[in-house]
């Protein structure tokens, strides 16, 4: 499944839908295992053994994730030595309840059907009270074709049941070609609600709502099992000491453990911002 150099560029000039360079990515975004994007110090996750999501083993190469001349994080999917290698970087700044908003280019309609990216919350240590403290905003069919309306869908954990049958999760009915090019998502969460909005456009030029949902706490809770363990039950999970922010580009390997279609994929974060409550 190893694709072409010219292959490669070609595919990629058609994914992201921007002016396409092949060229060096600068150094200086770059302190050996972190890098620096929109004013944020982040951590790039790295592992030659599987480990979750997916699990994939998660790349650091300077070619597969880095912040470009215009500020803007790549996250890609290639091949390494026969293995398929998913990128995610994690915020070194602890955050909390408040707003959440990611600006992403890319054609986020046509993923292939094992292939997820993922904007969302997390914190190793709340897995007994708060199921981690994830909160997330999501783009993947989970095996399923693209005959789906929407790869978009907003999710508080625990999800018990999957990402499209239960009130855990919203996945609305749009026209998933507003999906392709750039458009901002964001989430505001707060101890008794979380809201999500999507537009299209970009951060400072934001057009047409494509979507919106909320969850509070009317909704049953729901325990999160991970192995043998079960959290305690959570409606909206609460933020710990060391929540952060957190990007991914993966596979869902327990489908296939590379992408069904066979090709390398690359997604731009255009921008990332956090505001406390």
């Known amino acids: 499944m190893k694709t072409s150099?010219?292959?490669?560029?070609?595919?990629?000039?058609?994914?992201?839908?921007?002016?396409?360079?092949?060229?060096?990515?600068?150094?200086?975004?770059?302190?050996?295992?972190?890098?620096?994007?929109?004013?944020?110090?982040?951590?790039?996750k790295?592992?030659?053994?599987?480990?979750?999501?997916?699990?994939?083993?998660f790349s650091e190469r300077e070619r597969d994730v880095y912040v470009d001349s215009k500020g803007r994080l790549h996250l890609n999917i290639k091949q390494h030595n026969s293995l398929w290698y998913s990128t995610e970087v994690v915020s070194q700044k602890r955050m909390g309840y408040g707003t959440y908003?990611?600006?992403?280019?890319?054609d986020l309609k046509n993923l292939t059907s094992n292939v997820v990216l993922g904007l969302f919350t997390w914190d190793n240590e709340t897995f007994d009270t708060d199921g981690n403290s994830e909160v997330d905003i999501e783009f993947a069919y989970w095996g399923n074709?693209?005959?789906?309306?929407?790869?978009?869908?907003?999710?508080?954990?625990?999800?018990?049941?999957?990402p499209y049958n239960n009130e855990r999760t919203h996945r609305?009915?749009?026209?998933?070609?507003?999906?392709?090019?750039?458009?901002?998502?964001?989430?505001?969460?707060t101890p008794e609600l979380i809201q999500w909005k999507s537009w299209k456009g970009s951060e400072d030029n934001l057009g047409d709502v494509i979507a919106t949902w909320?969850?509070?706490?009317?909704?049953?809770p729901k325990r999160k099992f991970?192995?043998?363990?079960?959290?305690?039950?959570?409606?909206?999970?609460?933020?710990?000491?060391?929540?952060?922010?957190?990007?991914?580009?993966?596979?869902?390997?327990?489908?296939?453990?590379?992408?069904?279609?066979?090709?390398?994929?690359e997604v731009i974060i255009d921008s990332f911002s956090y505001e406390s409550l």
């Open 5 to 44: 150099n010219s292959l490669l560029l070609a595919f990629s000039c058609v994914l992201i839908l921007t002016a396409c360079e092949q060229s060096e990515p600068p150094e200086e975004v770059r302190i050996e295992d972190e890098l620096t994007f929109s004013g944020y110090t982040w951590d790039i």
């Open 46 to 57: 790295s592992s030659e053994a599987p480990v979750g999501p997916g699990p994939n083993p």
């Open 101 to 106: 908003r990611w600006t992403v280019t890319g």
């Open 145 to 162: 074709d693209s005959s789906l309306s929407s790869s978009m869908h907003y999710s508080v954990q625990p999800v018990a049941f999957g």
């Open 172 to 189: 609305p009915e749009i026209d998933g070609d507003i999906l392709i090019g750039t458009t901002t998502h964001e989430f505001i969460w």
């Open 214 to 220: 909320s969850f509070n706490l009317d909704n049953p």
């Open 226 to 265: 991970e192995g043998g363990s079960q959290s305690e039950p959570i409606v909206i999970p609460a933020p710990g000491a060391n929540t952060n922010a957190r990007i991914n580009l993966w596979i869902a390997s327990h489908i296939e453990p590379f992408p069904i279609n066979g090709e390398p994929l």
